[in-house]
């Protein structure tokens, strides 16, 4: 498959914070294609450099075949980190003004209707929820009917819901053979949307991969959580392969169908527990294994991994 | 034509956005009216006596007018400069087929529709509060649309300067206070001593007061005037052009 987006050991300070330090990644042609990484690890910065609004030092990049410079830009569109157009005009006024900067474009009400905006396109920008607003950015970035779509954070700051519903957007694009290039310092959306991820830190690509691969690669087996009540008990004592942890333990390699011996059994020795959580490998601790911490929202939120609780509670005996 | 497309794009934009700050709009075509209230309704011109407004009024019209051909433009320019840059909206343009020329170019033909609404309604106010007459000349349009352009291109270049909106506003202020005041607006060159006097011809905005006056006030050729206005304006759009944030 050719690639959409090539960067070959693409390096960029800011005096001397290093911003990108010999990055060489592929995008394909139809792929999505997530960098993910915390705040600061250079995301918009590779974005800049891809897409020709900033220059890396050393290195070089090739988009649809050509510099970033010489990019058909009738072929591209950009949401930038932090966009906010005009507010003072509607959904549809801002769609017709991003349109009417192409001589190609979509009709307006097609891209309404991508975003799920028909009902509210009269409605000025400032007064639409996050998440509308978000997906009128996106719409802005399809009008064109880009072949390539950089996508730089689209649903920090979005509640659940708009971020759901951005997700549908960016799947529906990706079947219709649109290539995607996704940044997000949310975990579950690479791995929800992505054909391959790169984890990214401090200006570094750590591993680059399909996140399911990822995830068996690096990720570690499923394990039970336990919250003791109190006194945690001597994990050497226990018929169990157990680690202490701050609240309680952990039981590694428990697939779901030994959840339940593994609770027998730690009734049997009298370990009392508020809750029991049964937890998949994820991305989120590919990520810790490999760039260690620091991966989370502005917030704090990581919006963790695929989190499954099987039971909650406690047990007196 | 796709260029012109573009241009007409981005200046409906604009045009829209502006009339629907409403503060903005009132500030636009209230400031110049409270200049004319002050120094025209209520301070009054004194053709026979001595004093700053020593001319009769017709003198002093190109100076109203060219607190509304410099103000304007120097804020407003200035102001979308920086609100694009803090919305990330300038990297968003360079990566469509839109140039920073094709956007100063649409933001320059809104200002020289607001310009010339105010200026009308300027000019009729006068006409209603003071003496004067209306004495109009055919040239004055192209003398307001290059002093526009040329005072566009300058707000870019602030715009550019200036990191934020409240630092266009105060760059803009300290550009424009000296420059409406030593500009043959409303103090004759005759009132500055005279080693500054040659200092008046570095001011853009001379040429648009000494061009005004000529074909409204003193019904001269304003040619020469227009000629070098039109030159400025070419070199500010230029210089306006390039002070466009391409992004980093």
Same mark, same amino acid.
Not at chain 1, 302 to 308: I, Q, R, W, Y
């Given at each position: ?6 960067a ?6 800011y ?14 042609t139809?792929e999505?294609?997530?960098?993910v ?12 450099s891809?897409?020709?609004?900033t220059t890396p ?11 970033p410079?010489r990019?058909?830009?009738e072929s591209?569109?950009?949401l ?7 507010e ?5 006024e ?11 474009s979509r ?31 996106v ?13 730089d954070?689209?649903?920090t700051?979005?509640?659940p ?9 960016v ?41 399911e ?5 690096y ?5 039970l959580?336990?919250?003791?009540t ?5 994990v050497a004592s226990?018929?169990?392969d157990?680690?202490p942890?701050e609240?309680?333990l952990?039981?590694p390699?428990?697939s ?5 011996t593994v609770v ?31 991966i ?5 939120d ?7 609780a ?8 | 034509?796709?260029s ?7 200046? +409906?934009?604009?045009?829209?956005s502006?009339?629907?700050? +409403?503060t /903005?709009?009132?500030f636009?075509?209230g ?8 120094f025209?309704a ?15 009024t ?10 509304i ?9 200035g ?9 990330n ?26 310009i ?7 000019l ?14 055919p ?6 649309v ?8 300058l ?21 424009a206070?000296?420059?409406v005041?030593l ?6 060159? /005759? ?9 008046i011809g ?6 648009f007061?000494?061009?005004? +006056? ?12 227009l ?22």
């Open positions: 498959m050719a690639a959409a987006v090539t070959d050991s693409l390096s960029k300070r005096g001397d914070t290093v911003a990108l330090d010999g990055i060489s990644l592929t995008v394909d139809g999505v294609f997530a960098l990484g915390p705040n600061g690890a250079g995301k918009t910065t590779l974005v800049r891809l897409t020709g609004t030092h050393s290195g070089s990049v090739e988009v649809l075949g050509t510099t410079e990019t058909d830009k591209i569109g950009l930038p980190q932090s966009f906010q157009p005009p003072r005009l509607t959904a549809r801002l769609l017709t003004y991003y349109a009417g900067l192409y001589d190609e009709p307006v009400d097609d891209v309404l209707a991508d975003v799920g905006l028909e009902t509210v396109d009269d409605t000025w920008y400032t007064n639409l929820s996050g998440g509308q607003q978000r997906r009128v950015c719409g802005i970035t399809l009008v064109n009917d880009p072949d390539l779509l950089f996508l954070e689209p649903t700051g979005i509640d819901a708009g971020r759901q519903s951005l997700w549908s957007l799947a529906d694009l990706s079947s219709r053979g649109t290539t995607v290039f996704l940044t997000t310092h949310y975990m579950e959306e690479a791995e929800t949307l992505a054909d391959r991820v790169a984890l990214m830190e401090d200006g570094s690509v750590v591993e680059v991969g399909p996140p691969t990822l995830v068996e690669t990720g570690g087996g499923t394990h959580q336990v919250e003791t109190r006194n945690a008990p001597d226990l018929d169990v157990a680690e942890t609240d309680g952990r039981v390699d428990v779901p169908e030994d959840i339940g027998d059994t730690l009734d049997r020795q009298g370990v009392e527990y508020e809750s029991l959580t049964w937890t998949e490998p994820s991305l989120e601790d590919v990520y810790l294994r490999l760039a260690g911490d620091g989370g929202g502005e917030d704090g990581t919006d963790g991994p695929a989190v499954e099987v039971t909650a509670g406690s047990e007196q005996r | 034509m796709s012109v497309a573009r241009v007409g794009s981005e200046a +409906r934009t604009a045009w829209w502006f009339l629907r700050r +409403r /903005a709009v009132f636009t075509f400031f110049p009216l409270i200049l004319v209230a002050i025209g209520v301070v009054q011109t004194n053709p026979t006596g001595s004093g700053l407004f020593g001319h009769p017709g003198y002093y019209v190109p100076g109203y007018l060219a607190i051909v410099l103000f304007t433009p120097l804020t407003r320019i102001s979308s400069i920086a609100r694009y840059r803090e919305g909206r300038f990297e968003k343009l360079s990566t469509t087929p839109a140039t920073p020329a094709e956007w100063l170019a649409a933001h320059t033909l809104v200002n020289v529709g607001i010339l609404l105010a200026s009308a309604v300027v009729g106010v006068l006409e209603l509060l003071t003496d004067w007459s209306v004495a109009l000349s040239l004055l349009l192209p003398f307001v290059f002093a526009v352009v040329v005072f566009c291109g707000g870019a270049v602030l715009g550019r300067v200036a990191d934020s909106q409240d630092g266009v506003v105060a760059a803009s202020n300290a550009v206070l000296p420059l005041f500009s043959e607006t409303f103090v004759a060159p /005759a009132m500055l001593p005279a080693w500054f006097r040659p200092a570095l001011s853009p905005l001379t040429y007061a000494r061009g005004v +006056r000529n074909v409204t006030y003193l019904h001269e050729s304003g040619l020469s005037e000629l070098v206005l039109a030159l400025l304006a070419a070199v500010f759009f230029g210089l306006g052009t390039y002070a466009i944030p391409q992004y980093d």
